[in-house]
């Protein structure tokens, strides 16, 4: 069975940091990509992040780029996004996914985690 499993979340105050983590199980981890998604109440749902597990290739929105870290942890078949000097437009439920390939776009991704709630508080 195949599962993501997210989680980190939780309340900040602007300019904090928070690292969410995604722990894989089911599949080939280091055959795909694992990318991380959010979405704010009434908005659309963004990708802010992706790593290409094998290589290590990392990818980012501009609207967290310089402030959001991925990286992947193999060995333990998990995905940490770092996040620091947040901001109140970051809130919101974020989703880890696995998919080929590496990309921001989410129809591309076979498998999805359930959300995590990040809230940041100006």
């Known amino acids: 069975e195949v599962q993501l499993q997210a989680s980190g979340g939780g309340l900040v105050q602007a300019g904090g940091s928070l690292r969410l983590s995604c722990v894989a199980s089911g599949f080939t981890f280091d055959e795909y990509a694992i990318g991380w998604f959010r979405q704010a109440p009434g908005q659309e749902r963004e990708g802010i992040s992706c790593i290409e597990v094998r290589d290590g290739i990392t990818h980012y929105s501009d609207s967290v780029k310089g402030r959001f870290t991925i990286s992947s942890d193999n060995a333990k078949n998990t995905v940490h996004l770092r996040m620091n000097n947040l901001r109140p437009e970051d809130t919101g439920l974020y989703y880890c996914?696995?998919?080929?390939?590496?990309?921001?776009?989410?129809?591309?991704?076979?498998?999805w985690g359930q959300g995590t709630q990040v809230t940041v508080s100006s």
């Open positions: 996914a696995a998919g080929w390939p590496p990309t921001l776009t989410s129809p591309e991704y076979d498998f």
